[in-house]
């Protein structure tokens, strides 16, 4: 990894996400999780100097992590030694080390969470213990601290590597699905509307959320770009819970925004630089997609049948619908009873399928060209809600097993978009969720490390 890169990604360690309702001086996760793992080998109790052999599936992340707790270490006056050496390697390294202590780590990103798990050990020789060595009763301890991930880890644990970056023209080869989450944005409501797109032409997809009464549009590490309040009077068919459609449309880029509480909407434009969103245009009907529209059922969370298509053509879908994706040639429209009518091409009939959640998107994730199924539980209060990622190369996708699937945190998991947040030509997944509590949450899911 180039050390241009690295220096990125230590910066993103370091750095401190401002989330829409969360404490700006909060710490980032991998120095939240130094300061926990830090404590658990002082309390063992070590003895300095102390060694630390990490392993985990990301060394971005090992590396990052590793210095951020010999640091603490460090602080603590333990003395700490990073080993670069396998696991079974590290008693002997620790002792050609002159440490006194080991720690013994692996660190992992779980169902949102970033984790480490290990043991402490003494690694002190008794000279009476002869050709062989023996261990001291103390330091012994196990280590198991966790806490909530974030943007930054998901950085971390996510890059490939080298030599497997995307290149070419041509297909390329199919990469294993591997998804790894943690929580990018929390709201102090419910969601109406998700979707995401570059906003500024810098290369990198923002976030754009509605709710009833706002829009909220977020950068790549979570921190808000920009809001804009909505303003009107509400119509009479205004629907009982917040809905409505959200598109980025192209040349120039602008967040195409609808609301069924106001039933109109707006084209606005991000201007980064003062943070906030400037209105340029009014809309006649529902942004489906960046060049589809259609129309709300008065008085319920679901569109009409009939639509207009990016060419100006009309089509009517077999039931009114919930969610509408896009993948070009290939539509997704998901219905109310968990059913959903999937175009391999507008001009053909659609494939019937069933069991997809509200939450479903068409994308391509593994790199094959062939956009896959994302789609989340059809049941009504899941416990809990899981995404699923399914191939749409067999007839019928849901009679095969996912690609991967995975629990998502609690909540009712009702929006699904796709982004490239860093510009590599990846794609993230994020879900979007109401609470128990009746706010809502934005769950990344980022490619893993192989």
């Known amino acids: 990894m180039s050390r241009s890169l690295l220096s990125l990604l230590l910066a993103l360690a370091f750095a401190v996400p401002a989330r829409a309702d969360m404490d700006e001086a909060a710490p980032p996760a991998s120095a939240r999780l130094a300061l926990a793992v830090a404590d658990a080998i002082r309390n063992a109790p070590a003895e300095a100097p102390v060694a630390l052999c990490l392993t985990g599936s990301s060394a971005e992340l090992r590396q990052a992590f590793g210095t951020l707790l010999a640091a603490r270490l460090s602080a603590l006056q333990l003395g700490p030694v990073v ?16 440490a006194r202590s080991l720690a013994r780590l692996r660190l992992d990103v779980e169902g949102g969470e970033l984790v480490a798990r290990g043991d402490v050990l003494g690694t002190w020789v008794n000279f009476w213990s002869g050709r062989t060595p023996t261990r001291p009763p103390k330091p012994a301890a196990a280590v198991a601290e966790g806490v909530e991930a974030d943007a930054a880890v998901l950085a971390l644990a996510s890059v490939a590597p080298q030599g497997t970056g995307v290149t070419g023209t041509g297909p390329q080869p199919r990469r294993p699905v591997r998804l790894l989450g943690a929580v990018f944005a929390r709201l102090e409501a419910p969601l109406g509307a998700l979707a995401s797109g570059d906003l500024d032409g810098d290369g990198r997809d923002e976030v754009a959320v509605l709710t009833e009464h706002e829009v909220v549009v977020f950068a790549a590490d979570g921190r808000v770009l920009a809001r804009r309040e909505l303003e009107g009077a509400p119509s009479a068919a205004v629907t009982r ?3 409505g459609a959200l598109a980025v449309l192209a040349g120039p880029p602008r967040l195409a925004a609808w609301s069924t509480r106001l039933a109109r909407g707006e084209v606005l434009v991000l201007d980064r630089a003062k943070g906030v969103l400037r209105p340029s245009g009014t809309l006649d009907a529902a942004p489906l997609g960046s060049a589809e529209r259609g129309a709300f059922v008065p008085g319920q969370t679901v569109f009409a049948p009939e639509l207009r298509l990016a060419d100006g053509r009309g089509l009517t879908v077999p039931a009114p619908f919930g969610t509408a994706s896009f993948a070009p040639p290939r539509m997704l429209f998901v219905h109310a009873d968990g059913t959903a009518a999937l175009y391999a091409r507008p001009t053909s009939a659609p494939a019937r399928l069933s069991g997809l959640g509200a939450g479903s998107a068409l994308a391509d994730l593994d790199g094959d060209g062939v956009p896959e199924l994302l789609t989340t539980s059809p049941q009504l209060q899941p416990a809990p809600d899981t995404l699923r990622v399914l191939s749409l190369t067999p007839d019928a996708p849901m009679a095969h097993e996912p690609l991967w699937q995975g629990a998502l945190p609690s909540g009712r998991a009702l929006f699904v978009v796709t982004a490239d947040l860093d510009g590599d030509k990846r794609r993230e997944v994020i879900v979007g969720s109401w ?8 769950f990344l899911l980022r490619q ?3």
Do not use: I, N
């Not at 080993?83 to 080390?97: N, T």
């Not at 609470?435 to 934005?442: A, I, Q, V, W």
């Open 83 to 98: 080993l670069e050496v396998p696991p079974e390697r590290a008693e002997a390294a620790a002792r050609e080390q002159g």
């Open 241 to 243: 819970e917040p809905f």
């Open 435 to 442: 609470k128990p509590d009746g706010t809502s949450e934005l």
């Open 448 to 450: 893993g490390a192989p």
